[in-house]
């Protein structure tokens, strides 16, 4: 598989002391769905604001496609598309004009069709005139993914993508997810729920105090999991073992 994104020795120490990542080495594989499962304060959303050029890193290297984030930062994020943990909108603006406005932030030239394919696959275009403020929570975080995509992105980051939503729009989110697959795109996904990485990841990467402690198949991850293990601590070394 042709890797599209590298991440090399990637630390983040912020000036207060605090170590959120430490030497971090990821490659992603093009086309593929990553999870990166960790519990809260594992360096999941520091991880990624570096990527997106959100946070600069202390040490290390990021390239997207080749285009390192810093040297080549104009063409690296014009690669990635990110989906904010928080839902961050203009509530007054329009569905068409605020996933439109993102479009035009990448210098892509206006494009009403793909706007449209978008919207309609997110099962908004009967929103598209609606202010963001009468949007149900599931429908705002539906048009942050509209504005993700605004710019044909090649990687895409899910922050917490069902992070407070009703199990409807979990399984909703998880077809969407499995679609932008299907049309070439790469997805890296952050969660805390098993289940969510079990259901879309093709690789899963356990993520714990800033250090990459796995990245593994989900086929073998699950294996693994589902086999339990007993280790006994002995007092003294055993010669051999007792008949009972």
Known sequence: MQTILSIE????????????????????????????????????????????????????HVRVAGHDIVADYRAARSLIGLVPQELTTDSFETVWATVSFSRG??????????????LRDLS??????????TLSGG????????????????????????????????RDMWELVRGLKASGVTIILTTHYIDEAEEMADRIGVINAGEIMLVERKDALMRK???????????APLGAIPPA
């Open 105 to 118: 932030l990448f210098g892509k030239p206006p494009n009403p069709a793909y706007v449209e394919r978008v």
């Open 139 to 170: 429908m705002k975080r539906r048009v942050l993914i509209a504005k993700a995509l605004a710019h044909e992105p090649q990687v895409l980051f899910l922050d917490e993508p069902t992070a407070g939503v009703d199990v409807e729009l979990r």
């Open 124 to 133: 908004l275009w009967e929103k598209r005139n609606n202010k963001i403020l």
């Open 225 to 235: 999991l589902g086999r339990k293990q007993l280790t006994l601590q002995l007092d």
């Open 9 to 60: 020795n990637l630390s983040k120490v912020y000036a207060s002391g605090f170590r959120a990542l430490s030497g971090v080495n990821l490659d992603i594989d093009r086309g593929e769905i990553f999870a990166l499962l960790g519990p809260n304060g594992a360096g999941k959303t520091t991880l990624i604001s570096i990527i997106c050029g959100i946070v600069n890193a202390s040490e290390g």
